[in-house]
Each structure stands twice: as structure tokens, then as C-alpha cells.
């Protein structure tokens, strides 16, 4: 893939002019081959930003959840709601219930919104997401990915049921990899099966190809000394080229990125554009 053009269009902060910020993650890509929307976002930063951002969801070839969460689903509504619906691709638990349940706090439930749901259901083609998937040429989803570190967890008290009983395995969380001739580009969702983990997961699926950029949520918020150490050795590892680090990175996490690979880690938070040619 020769062009691209990746545009944050939610982020959990908008430091330019008058767009909107909201905790969630939303991503425009721009290909030779299409446009593609890369997670929606929580509910109205979507709607409110791209048209200032001079982009228009509703012509989006098609819509990639990263998992099923309501900071990542809660705006498709903005796309779902018209005549002509893209297509959506995920794995089938990401319609599935979610719960967040930490030490002493109530459960709460933090899937996909019933209103969303029920209308990805009745409007959209679902096209579920198990293997490694080509949307366009060049561009592809993770589809389920393997938990092979023994360091790595999915980051936080996350559950698949309103007691709190059932951890989520997340076997919904996927990334999107893009081919482009100085490397892949990651985009990553929240990474809850592990940014090392995801990483490790796209060198084989692209036969050891360099990676050229990793953008988006590693969910290290929670993360200890111990995980961020071996985190840390694991990406100097792979060689990344560049990091963008977001949405729920975690502040100390961003902070240990940019001391360890200075020069190689970039803002990109709501408005920000990244372009590669050639």
C-alpha cells in the first residue's frame, strides 16, 4: 500500500481548536484502495469532530471494531443510522456482555450500548472476524490473538458477566496491520491481549516484516514495574520504528515510552494526521 492516511478523529484528548474530546478511540483510514473507520468511539465526539476534520463516517468501505467495549462501539450509530450501511467486522464476542468490577466498586457494565447493538443487528453486514482477515489489499485485521508471554494480561477487572465471576478472555481483541513498503503499520484498539503479545502475532503473520509504526491503546495503565520491564525489552525486540501511544496507554506508561525510545514516540491524540507515501 503505496498511500496512507490515518486520521484520529477520537481520542481521550483534543488539544486543537474546537474538537471534541471523549474517552475512547476512533480512527479514519485512507487508503488507494478505500476508507475505512477503525473503531467509532464512545457516543458524540464522532459526530461533532469529523466534520471538522473534513471527513464523512457514512462513506467509511467499511467499519473494523477492535473489540467489543462502549468507548470503542458507542458511536456507531453515526454510521448505522443511514440509507447505506457499510459493512462491520468483528468477532462475534464482541457483541457479547462486558463488566468492569474493581476492588470495591460496583459492577458496571462497559459493553457494546443494547441501543448500538440492536441496531448493528438489524442494519448492518456483519461480517464476523475468527482468523486473520484482508478487508483491502494491504490491509488487514489480527482476528484472535495468541497470549504467548507469560507477563501480559488483558490489563484491568474485566468480566464476562454482571457478577464479576467470569474473567473476559477478550477473544475479541483484534488490531488492524497495514503493508507498506517502509513497513507495517499497527493500529491498535486497547491491545487487552497484550501489545507484545499483538506485536509478536503480526512478525508471523507478515513473515518477520519490519514494523513500521505502532499506533493507538496498549493498556498499561494498570500495568506494574515488572510488566513494563519486560514490556519494554519486548518491544526494543521487535525494533518499532515509531510509537504513537494513546487513548489508554496510561500517563506512566506513555511518560516510560518516550524515556526509553526517544525520538521514536509521537503525540496522537484527537486531530492528528499521519501520512506516508512511497
Known sequence: MKKLRITVLVENVAPA????AEHGLSVWIESGHGCYLFDTGQDLALGANAPKLGITPAMADSVILSHGHYDHTGGLHHVLGLEKCPPVYAHPDAFEP??????????????????VKDLVKSRAEIRPVRVPTEVADGLFITGPIPRRNDYEDSG???????????????RDDQAVFIDTPGGVVVLLGCAHAGVVN????IRE????????????GMHLLSAG????????AGLKDLAVQEFYPFHCTGREAVDRLYREFPQRCFPFSTGTVFTLEG
Open 17 to 20: 481548536g474546537d474538537l471534541m
Open 98 to 115: 462486558k463488566y468492569a468490577c474493581g476492588p470495591g466498586r460496583v459492577p458496571h457494565d462497559i459493553g457494546m450500548p443494547h441501543k
Open 156 to 170: 484491568g477487572p474485566f468480566f464476562a458477566d454482571a457478577e464479576c465471576t467470569v474473567p473476559d478472555e477478550f
Open 198 to 201: 499483538t506485536l509478536e502475532y
Open 205 to 216: 503473520l507478515t513473515a518477520g516484516s519490519r514494523i513500521r509504526a505502532v499506533m493507538g
Open 225 to 232: 514495574p515488572v510488566r513494563m520491564d519486560k514490556t519494554v
